[in-house]
């Protein structure tokens, strides 16, 4: 076991935060991909970032002894060797099929003094004694991997019904189906896979959100934006799908931009939309009352961009909002903020 079951319940918070940090968080990173794809392109999307994608079932471990991490005296690590079987081919460039058989060696650490106070890498938390499945992402294969054990470099792995990254593989396959459409990039606004990411509704996950940012960019933002909005207003999909919009969302439309100003209008409709819904998932909720819904509407001086009537067309949707403002933890200031404009010009 990485670090044992029973200790899984102790670490839970910390472990899921940090992964949630780095998996979640729109962390950009350059690729240079190994076969000689596009050179030094930012990617939010793992799915884009690396060249193999690979289902893997865990066969046989094969762990070794826990000694000192020679790079960190605080932790310990010790080698796995893994033979593993490949299930689904998501991604690959160099001949890997399914059924086939790989032999690998990985590393896992853990604290010494037993308590989490970092993220350990991608192989640490997963128990690969129990033969899970996994889902990775890799960089370029060793040449020997069927015969010797070589190091598998995969940076990314996540183990079948990870509650962080909920439909990581149907995520992953979606993607791929999507690369091979004649709209691809486009297909943030392209309104019938729009429709049938919404039909799909809990059945998507953070992978294809940070997948579809990828789409966006390359389409163009002022195409893109507009499906993106209507995606993270819609309440019957996974949560942590549309938090992943909802982040990029309010980066992207941030400070004082004439050519913005509809898609900001549009944005805090459904800001408020979202924090009217009857079961407003947290992850969602946290990010648009501590700062998103505050710097779309405000500069940091406190001034409003546009007026409220600009974006609520009724006096019934002003004091629902209203009523929605007063009942959750926005800090004083910004909610007397907030009413005071709802109640301007009215």
């Known amino acids: 076991m990485a670090i044992g079951k029973n200790d899984r319940g102790r670490r839970g918070v910390a472990a899921t935060a940090l992964r949630f940090l780095t998996m979640i968080g729109l962390v950009l990173i350059s690729l240079e991909p190994a076969n000689g794809g596009e050179m030094n392109r930012q990617y939010h999307s793992e799915i884009n970032k690396y060249p193999n994608i690979f289902l893997f079932d865990v066969v046989e471990s094969q762990p070794g002894r826990w000694d000192r991490d020679p790079g960190n005296p605080l932790n310990e690590q010790r080698k796995v060797k893994l033979h593993l079987v490949v299930a689904e081919v998501f991604k690959s460039y160099q001949g890997v099929e399914p059924g086939q058989g790989l032999r690998i060696a990985v590393v896992q ?6 308590r989490i106070a970092d993220y350990y890498g991608p192989w640490s938390d997963i128990d690969l004694e129990n033969n899970p499945r996994l889902l990775a992402f890799c960089e370029e294969l060793p040449s020997n991997i069927e015969q010797g054990w070589p190091a598998l470099e995969c940076p990314e792995v996540v183990e079948e019904n990870d509650p962080a990254r909920p439909f990581a593989a149907e995520d992953v396959e979606k993607a791929m189906d999507m ?8 297909i943030v606004s392209a309104r019938g896979v729009r429709e049938s990411i919404e ?3 809990e059945r998507v996950g953070p992978l294809l959100g940070r997948f579809l940012l990828d789409a966006a960019e390359a389409a163009g933002l002022d195409v893109s934006i507009p499906g993106l909005i209507a995606l993270v207003g819609t309440a019957r999909i996974n949560g942590l799908f549309r938090s992943v919009l909802l982040t990029y969302l309010a980066d992207a439309l941030a400070g004082a931009d004439d050519e913005n100003e ?3 209008i549009r944005f805090v409709r459904a800001m408020s939309k979202i924090l009217q819904e009857p079961k407003c998932p947290r992850v969602l909720r946290e990010g648009i009352v501590q700062a998103y819904f505050r710097n779309t509407v405000f500069d940091a ?4 961009y546009f007026p409220s009537k600009s974006v609520f067309e009724s006096e019934e949707e002003v004091e629902s909002l209203k009523e929605a403002i007063l009942s959750l933890p926005f800090q004083e200031q910004t909610r007397e903020e907030i009413l005071t404009w709802l109640s301007a010009d009215r």
């Open 179 to 186: 690369k091979k459409l004649p709209s691809y990039p486009n």
């Open 109 to 114: 650490k853990r604290p010494a003094s037993g």
């Open 301 to 304: 001086s406190g001034n409003a």
């Open 199 to 201: 039909k799909q509704g």
């Open 262 to 264: 509809n898609w900001k």
